[in-house]
């Protein structure tokens, strides 16, 4: 069964009555890692894995929550917004707590939710969460948000009440993604521009190592705070320096001697990442994928070597690809310590390559790599309206 007809049968089971359908999908990002947040760009797209919800509004204070992939409820009232013990609630309750702090009027709602997009494997499953549930909220009480507020709402709801300093990337692409097309963000205006992705011969396959590590996250905000310390050394003597989005590769380069050696690899690999971005984008307009996939290997390198976020796993992964002609370009993919690298392949070679890779890993790590074949999809997006409600 379809997946947005299971989760509109278990809500009718549920609370019987017809829901909302919000489809919020998951992503993966092409180029541009460790940008966002240090107000670079970014090129992600959103992917046709994804959470559905269904949604209806109630008539008092209650909102009750099904993860149907866990089989799990939890209930809260508006009037009382807590943290729970458990993870996945948070991320519900935390949109909902943005939206009355902005002063929006809800009432309460049932919601049911579930889908494909694996957890912990780096595709942004959290922020298809936040954003579908403030997506399907804004509908269903007319609140008349538009999209950028809405990803703001999904950035803080993550930052205040999860509690991870995440960036902007993955709930900006999860409501402005559209079919085949990557979308460049530039994260210090939000504005952003889109990128045909669209090759008949050729397809973005995703390899998850399966690791993830315990370090993911405190190791994310150290390198945050890396980054601003390196910011704040070179402000000191050049004031309009705001981000290392305003340094460029000289500019640091003139600071060498007075950053400690290890902020001064993080600084440059970020600055070096914007550059390669803007290449990779020129590379694109004229669909050279050689140059665009030799430039997501300098990024992993980037990533391993100078911003050391990536794993032995990542790295093998990663190299396992370098010398097969039909893969153009490999690198980890996301916040880092595990999850997906993101490829890309010729189709006819995907199964071979696929093979060649997931039995190399097997028998050095004694894990399981599992293969997706993504295709670049559309936002979060309503797939079908209640009859009474107003679309
Ligand atoms: C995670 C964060 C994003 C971004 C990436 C790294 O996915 O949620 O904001 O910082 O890591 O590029």
Known sequence: MELSNKIKKKFKE???????????PGRVNLIGEHTDYNYGFVLPAAIDMAVYFGISSRSDKLCTLFASDMNESYEFSLDKLLYSDRVWPNYLIGIVDQLIKRGYKLSGFNCVFGGNIPIGAGLSSSAAIEAGLAF?????????????????????AENEFV??????????????????KALRIDCRSLEHEYFPFDYK??????????????????????????????VDIIKREVHEVESL?????????????????????????????NTRLLKACDALKIHDLNTFGSLMYQTHKGLSNDYEVSCKELDYLV??????????????????????????????????????????????FNLQANTYITKISGGTNIISIKENATA
Do not use: W
Request: charged share 25%.
């Open 319 to 364: 190299d396992l690809t370098l010398n097969i002609p039909k893969v153009y370009g490999a690198r980890m993919m996301g916040g880092g310590f595990g999850g997906c690298t993101i490829n890309l392949i010729e189709n006819e070679a995907i199964d071979e390559v696929s093979k060649y890779v997931t039995e190399n890993y097997k028998n050095k």
């Open 163 to 180: 509690g991870v300093n995440c960036g902007i990337m993955d709930q900006y692409i999860n409501l402005y993604g559209e079919d085949s």
């Open 201 to 230: 011969n050729i397809s973005i396959v995703l390899f998850n190592s399966n690791v993830s590590h315990s370090l993911a996250s405190s190791e994310y905000n150290q390198r945050r705070k890396e980054c601003s310390i390196g």
């Open 136 to 156: 399907a909220l804004n509908h269903l009480f007319n609140l008349g948000i538009d999209k950028l507020e809405l990803v703001k709402i999904s950035q803080k």
């Open 14 to 24: 549920l609370f019987n009555e017809e829901p909302l359908i919000v489809r919020s």
């Open 245 to 273: 989005r305003d340094v460029s590769a000289g500019l640091l380069n003139e600071f060498q001697n007075k950053i400690d050696p290890t902020i001064y690899r993080r600084c440059k690999y970020v600055i070096e990442e």
